[in-house]
Structure formats: structure tokens, C-alpha cells
């Protein structure tokens, strides 16, 4: 019998099993289908993502005093965003500051941290969640696995998210991703933006990143993914590339956050979502490392101040999240000046903190 079963070992359920193992008071299961004890290169699932780390998420790797192997660093690193409303045909760039990261070798170094404190089970699906008088039992693979508390940390694709919250309120979309040789963008090799609301009212993002070069976008799920990615590859020819030639394709359910954020627990006190999962993902840029990370520090916290008692950790919880609940409210805000065409072409041209590119 565990104390806690966490499933999924991306950034959100990798931080929580290491913050909680570190106790040394309790029994942790990690459940993942990747094999994440494995090298990058063996093959299976890879997660779609482009990447970066915002500097939202540097803040918080840094809150746990977390310092990045340079291994984990991809060339180049970027400093700008170059903006493109391929509708309009508008372009502006942006300062920011992210860190280039491959996020396999991320994963697995996140994963590390916890080993010999946890129980893992790499390269087993949940397939089945029952509940029990005192927590929940789960079906990992061929094996029952019994917990007194479940936190899914599955990310946008979530089965305890579908399970046992489908009341939650998010968009669904398709996340797409092809690579590239660099050469596809031998003009402008830069991180790039796009937006045109035909193919989505969400964005795609190009960027470099060791000698290869990556597109990909959210599309709504239930559309014609396919031929969108398709269309939105053509529109970006006149700008200086060519997505003729990919080299791989992978794909993910993408969520984002509708609504009234709410706490993530259910009424028992006995299962919970963080990360993703939880709707706990910025609605204007998708940006979720940093709700990753933010989230398995609440949750942690509210599961050590909570103690024996349930309910008192869905209480702790509901507290120690307030202010993640209270940004992703504040992006959603914000995404009508970006999503919106006549609030975005003001913004762009009215040049508002962006700067020249020279040519």
C-alpha cells in the first residue's frame, strides 16, 4: 500500500515524487508509460514540446534550489520572438528570455532526482482506476497497485483527468510538431510566432534547436488537423521557409484553460490533478513548466501540512493553489489581445515594446 501514486513523470509528477520522496516518510509510486530510466534515444514515446524555459519557470527551479546540467542546453539560445500574423501580414519582434532546452534529456534529469525514493514504474500504462474504501486501486500494466492518495500528473491526455473529473472546463487541441533540417529556415533561423485564425484560434511556433529545426501548432481538436498544418506550412513560404521535407511528426493533446479556474480535488480528498492536468497551463502562451513545477510545490505542500486526513490536504490544497488559479485566470485575460485579430493588429502595429530586426 502506498501513501501516494502519482501518474505521469513529466515535470509536474517528477518534482512532486522528489519533493515528497526526500521526506523519507513516505511510499511513493511514479508511474510513466516512457521509459524514463532509459536513454533518449532508445525508442518510444517522446513528449511534443518545443522546449523553452520561460523565465516564469527559471524562477521556480531556482525556489528549489535546482541548478540546470548543461547537458540539457540546446544551441542556440534565444533572446527574441519573431511575431508573424500571417493573415495580415504583420511583423514584429519581441524580447524575450528563454532557455533552450532538449526537453528528453530535461525529463530524465528531473526524474533522476528522486531516484532510490521512489517506486517506479516506467513503461506501464494506467489502465484502470477502482476506488477503494481507504484510496484507490490501479491497474499499472499487468499489476494492482494500492493507494491511499491518486494525483494525476498525465498531462493534456489525462485518464484521471477523464475519469474522475470530467466536470473540469478545457479547450482540447491537437499540438503538432515536425522536424526539420535547420536549412528550413536558412533565411531567418529564428524562434518564430504565427498566427492566422483559419487555422487556428490558438498559434504555431518554429524554432532552432541542435542543428535541427522545429514547426508546430495547436490546432482544435475535432478540425481538419492535417490540412491545416499543411496550409499553415505553405502561408510561411513568403517569410523565408521551406517545411517541405520533414524528417519526423509527433503529436499531443494540447489543453487550455475555460472558465472559473477551480481546485483540482475531489470531494473525498483522496485524488487530485496538478500540472496540465489540472487545467494548471497558461491559456495565452501554453507556457506550463512553470505551472508544472508550481503546482507539485502546492500540492507537496498541502500534502505535508494535510497530514493523515484527506479532506485537510483538499483544504491545504485549495489554498496553496489560490494564486496558481488566480495567474491562469489573469492569462486568460490577456489572450484576447493576442487570439483576437482587431485587439492583436492594433497591438502589433502600434509597435508596443517590440523592437526593429536589422535586415
Request: aromatic share 10%.
Amino acid at each position: 500500500m502506498f501513501d501516494i501514486a502519482i501518474c505521469g513523470a513529466g515535470p509536474t509528477g517528477a518534482v512532486l515524487a522528489y519533493l515528497l520522496g526526500r521526506t523519507g516518510r513516505l511510499r511513493v509510486a511514479l508511474i510513466d508509460r516512457r521509459r524514463l530510466d532509459a536513454p533518449p534515444q532508445s525508442p518510444g514515446p517522446f513528449k511534443t514540446c518545443g522546449g523553452l524555459l520561460a523565465p516564469d519557470a527559471q524562477r521556480s527551479l531556482s525556489s528549489l534550489g535546482l541548478l540546470l546540467p548543461k547537458a540539457i542546453l540546446c544551441d542556440p539560445q534565444l533572446f527574441s520572438v519573431r511575431t508573424i500574423d500571417l493573415k495580415a501580414g504583420l511583423e514584429r519582434c519581441y524580447q524575450r528570455f528563454y532557455m533552450n532546452l532538449d526537453r528528453e534529456f530535461f525529463d530524465r534529469w528531473l526524474v533522476s532526482l528522486s531516484e532510490g525514493m521512489v517506486t517506479r514504474f516506467f513503461g506501464q500504462s494506467l489502465r484502470r482506476i477502482d476506488r477503494t474504501p481507504g484510496g484507490v486501486r490501479l491497474t499499472v500494466g499487468v499489476q494492482e497497485v494500492e493507494a491511499r492518495l491518486l494525483v494525476g500528473c498525465d498531462g493534456g491526455g489525462s485518464l484521471v483527468r477523464r475519469q474522475c473529473f470530467p466536470q473540469l472546463s478545457c479547450r482540447r487541441y491537437a499540438s503538432v510538431q515536425e522536424t526539420f533540417p535547420v536549412s528550413a529556415a536558412a533565411l531567418s533561423p529564428l524562434y518564430c510566432c504565427f498566427f492566422h485564425h483559419e487555422i487556428t484560434d490558438y498559434y504555431a511556433w518554429a524554432l532552432p534547436k541542435d542543428g535541427r529545426y522545429l514547426l508546430g501548432a495547436a490546432i482544435p481538436e475535432g478540425s481538419d488537423v492535417s490540412a491545416k498544418f499543411a496550409r499553415l506550412k505553405e502561408l510561411t513560404v513568403p517569410y523565408g521557409f521551406d517545411f517541405s521535407a520533414p524528417t519526423g511528426r509527433g503529436g499531443a493533446i494540447l489543453l487550455r484553460p475555460s472558465g472559473v479556474p477551480r481546485t483540482p480535488a475531489s470531494p473525498d480528498g483522496h485524488l487530485y490533478l496538478a500540472g496540465e492536468a489540472g487545467g494548471f497551463i497558461s491559456p495565452s502562451s501554453a507556457e506550463g513548466i512553470s505551472f508544472a513545477l508550481d503546482s507539485a510545490i502546492a500540492l507537496y505542500q498541502s500534502i505535508l501540512s494535510g497530514g493523515e486526513d484527506p479532506a485537510g490536504i483538499r483544504r491545504a490544497y485549495r489554498a496553496h493553489s489560490r494564486a496558481l488559479r488566480a495567474k491562469v485566470l489573469g492569462k486568460q485575460c490577456k489572450a484576447p489581445f493576442l487570439y483576437q485579430p482587431l485587439l492583436r493588429g492594433l497591438v502589433m502595429r502600434s509597435g508596443m515594446q517590440s523592437h526593429d530586426r536589422i535586415p
